[in-house]
């Protein structure tokens, strides 16, 4: 059985325009226009906070490629993946507001599958980057010259993959017109299956949320492990204050945990909201409402973001003055005792 309009929307996992296509099925005029123009500002906002944000980090990163190093290539893209999801703001408030669709067939297959693209985007580059910081810990000598040739190739194999994944989404949907009280409505509608469309959300949390997320908990623990035993070794000759290269693990992990805090809830509501469908029956004000927060709460992901690159950045800089300074003062040694 084909999954009805109203619930296949809303459970849509591709584009936050999909909670909007629901609002106009379950909200109605009156009172709910304060609500519509309240999230509206909402959207606005971010979309206004993040773009700023997003570019300042490119310039900003451009600016001290010098010093950003390896955190360039990874900084550049999650900013660019940022600012894509941005994008797609300014067609979610005009779908509040007017309650219909005006971007076409094409509109809602680029639309729909333009989130799903830098969600995994963005959580794969933030797997590599967590991955290449493991490795230039643990066997540093090995990864250094490695790591350097092939960033741009695993960065580049990530939007591809990235882009796989959203093909499906991109495919499998096209644009179905409505005439109800002689009025015409336009509707982004998917053409899954329903259990298909089951399927398909389950491999997406666990190829965006779940796999990520066990992969990136397993080399923090390592690492955890690898400091507290180098901490307790040096404990009775050196100082044991947290160091850059800490610091920059630290920021890394700190966007990975507000990915995670942004796109966790997100998932897991596509995903109950999918499971428990059932079709022909329209959304209630509830279900809108909490679609809408989440949807909100993945977008606030992108604004946050450009604060904490600023801080990786920094951090960044500082490990890199540092290990300037350690390599001098070997040379100084060095020449010295020849």
Known sequence: ??????????????????????????????????????????????????????????????????????????????????????????????????????????????LFSLDLLTMHASIFILTIMSTERYLAIVRPLDTLGRWRDCRRTLTCLAWLVSFLLSLPTMI?????????NGVTKRMCHPTWQMETYRVYLTVLFHTCILAPGLIICCLYIKLARTYWRSQTALASTKETSRCPKQKVLYMIFSIVLAYWACFAPFWLWQLFSVY???????????????????????????????????????????????????VSVYKVELFGQA
């Open 1 to 110: 059985m084909e999954p009805s309009p109203c619930v296949a929307v809303l459970c849509h996992a591709g584009n936050a325009s999909a909670p909007a296509n629901a609002t106009m099925e379950a909200l109605g005029n009156g009172s709910d226009l304060l609500v519509t123009s309240f999230l509206s500002c909402i959207l606005a906002a971010m979309c206004l906070v993040g773009v700023v944000g997003n570019v300042y980090t490119l310039v900003v990163t451009n600016v001290s490629a010098r010093f950003t190093g390896s955190m360039y290539v990874y900084i550049v893209n999650l900013a660019l993946a940022d600012l894509l999801y941005l994008s797609t703001i300014p067609f979610v408030v005009c779908t509040y507001f007017t309650r219909d669709w005006y971007f076409g067939d094409l509109g809602c297959r680029i």
């Open 172 to 180: 499998l949907i096209d644009l179905r017109t409505s005439h109800r």
């Open 276 to 326: 428990r469908a059932e079709p022909g029956r329209p959304a209630s004000r509830t279900v809108v409402y909490i679609n809408l927060l989440v949807t909100c709460l993945a977008y606030s992901n992108s604004c946050i973001n450009p604060f904490l690159y600023a801080l990786l950045s920094e951090n960044y800089k500082e490990y890199v003055r540092s290990l300037i300074q350690e």
